[in-house]
């Protein structure tokens, strides 16, 4: 079966960084996506990897290792509104997007 | 605002009753689909609509159903309600079907009792 695995909550504090792990098991790979989910609102799309390495956005990067099945999600400079469920997804060889059941980070000040 | 409008965005309704859940988006995008969010599960596609006039079958289907009669609407029926359809249910789109990039709706939290 298709499986992506993410841990169920982390704790981090305001000024540090984090980082979000996610690996996966699909039956093939056409990219891994992060989500943003503050509660009660919608999935927002953060980044998008589908070759090996590291994609910077502002805070925000994230790294992909297709031979692994492994990708993070890296905040720096936390804030406290960066308090949300984080989404990691991979969408498969039939263009299916496989979720992940999210990341809840907690920031402490 | 372009994007996509869910509604209603709560509802509490008995089982056995009928409910259809509006989804609208006005970025001309090709792809819509329709997700439910538990608490503990990954989304899980419920149906999906590549283009205008087709639909699909996602991990999770019975007891909903789709239409997609034009671009931008995309409207979710549950024909005869359950508890277990108790949920919060997301509309999203996509300019094209191969792609995980996805705009999404709000959400609708329905309740069923």
């Known amino acids: 079966g298709q499986n992506i695995d993410q841990p169920t909550e982390m704790t981090a504090t305001e000024g540090a960084i984090v980082q979000i792990n996610c690996t996966y098991q699909t039956s093939g790979f056409n990219g891994l996506f992060w989500y943003q989910q503050h509660a009660g609102e919608a999935p927002t799309f953060l980044s998008y990897?589908?070759l090996d390495g590291l994609e910077e956005k502002g805070r925000f990067s994230s790294f992909l290792s297709r031979s692994k099945g492994y990708s993070y999600l890296l905040l720096k400079e936390l804030q406290m509104k960066d308090s949300a469920s984080y989404l990691c997804?991979?969408?498969?060889?039939?263009?299916?997007?496989?979720w992940g059941a999210g990341t809840k980070l907690i920031i402490k000040p | 605002i372009a994007g996509i409008t869910q509604a209603p965005t709560s509802q509490i309704l008995a089982a056995g009753r009928r409910m259809t859940l509006r989804c609208t988006q006005d970025m001309r995008h090709n792809a819509m689909y329709w997700y439910r969010q538990d608490l503990g599960l990954g989304l899980r596609l419920i149906h999906y609509?590549?283009?205008?006039?087709?639909?699909g079958k996602g991990e999770v289907p019975d007891g909903y159903s789709v239409s997609r009669a034009n671009t931008d609407d995309f409207p979710l029926t549950l024909a005869s309600a359950v508890p277990s359809q108790t949920s919060v249910y997301f509309c999203?789109?996509?300019?094209?079907?191969?792609?995980?990039?996805?705009?999404f709706g709000e959400g609708s939290r329905l309740t069923v009792l």
């Open positions: 997804a991979v969408l498969d060889s039939n263009y299916q997007l496989i």
């Open positions: 990897n589908v």
């Open positions: 999203a789109s996509s300019g094209t079907s191969d792609t995980g990039e996805l705009f």
């Open positions: 609509s590549n283009t205008a006039g087709t639909t």
